[in-house]
């Protein structure tokens, strides 16, 4: 994947030298954070609860916002401002304007969020209630190392797939979701989660024209974006963490179904294709 001409918008939020906050004996946030990590990440709640017992209340931070300078942080830049290039037209066609997110927050362990505290553990996440996507960079590590998913397109991916929470916040689909479950092969957390894959593999499709070539995706990327949606299927994590596949637990749906909608995303490029709430096979 070539990325390093790509534009910058600066919606950078970056957090990552103000240490980490977190909050006391739980509280709220760790319920609306462990609801988040289950809902959003396929995280068992209880390991976000135990992640926050014995921490302090949530302050409120606001790190430096723009560009920043370290490699890694404009790939984070250049990324979200593709998704906004790809974004904004396809709205616009629909008569309504495309509001980006607040920002990408950078953040180093934990940090404070509308929805609460934010985990590390709990992996990147979208909170609706600030509207921004929280990235400890440290997960690309576990990226590779855990779900064996390596590149720049792999982690272009799980980007695009956050911002795809954002895009379903805009259109009320988050609020579908929440209507029809969180658990199950048919919830609404399963639906939603393989509509935001589907809804990267339409950024996917239009990067290349929407940054006037400055980006290059090729087959070789699409596959190692296929190889990410692969290793956190619901079925392969549960087999890699417990041995056995329980399909009444799925939260993010199986690897199967989350390369088929990412592809169905990448293929025909259109955000139309992605409607998993009327699809009567995921």
Known sequence: MEWQGGRRSGNIEDRRGLGPVGIAGG????????????????????????????????????????????????????????????????????????????????????????????????????????????????????????????????????????????????????????????????????????QADCYAGVWAAHAGDASGGRIVINRADIQDGLGAAAAVGDDTIQKRSQGQVVPDSFTHGTSAQRMRWFTRGYDQGDPNACDTFSASRL
């Not at 954070?33 to 606001?62: H, N, S």
């Not at 400890?136 to 929470?165: C, M, N, P, T």
């Not at 805009?170 to 029809?180: E, I, K, T």
């Open 27 to 194: 509280g709220i946030g760790a319920v609306v954070l462990a609801a988040i990590g289950y809902f959003v990440f396929g995280i068992d709640p209880r390991t976000t609860m135990e992640a926050t017992q014995g921490l302090q209340q949530p302050a409120q931070q606001e790190g430096a916002r723009g560009e920043v300078s370290d490699k890694e942080g404009q790939f984070v830049d250049v990324i979200e401002t593709s998704n906004r290039e790809v974004w904004s037209p396809i709205f616009r066609n629909e008569g309504v304007d495309y509001r980006p997110p607040e920002a990408i927050v950078l953040y180093k362990q934990a940090t404070g969020t509308g929805c609460g505290t934010g985990q590390s553990a709990m992996g990147p996440f979208y909170c609706p209630a600030d509207q921004k996507v929280y990235l400890d960079l440290s997960f690309w590590q576990e990226l590779e190392s855990r779900f064996g998913a390596k590149g720049d397109f792999a982690r272009a991916y799980v980007i695009s797939h956050e911002i795809g929470h954002h895009v379903q916040h805009l259109l009320g689909a988050d609020q579908q979701a929440r209507r029809l479950g969180a658990r199950g092969e048919e919830s609404g957390s399963v639906r939603l989660e393989l």
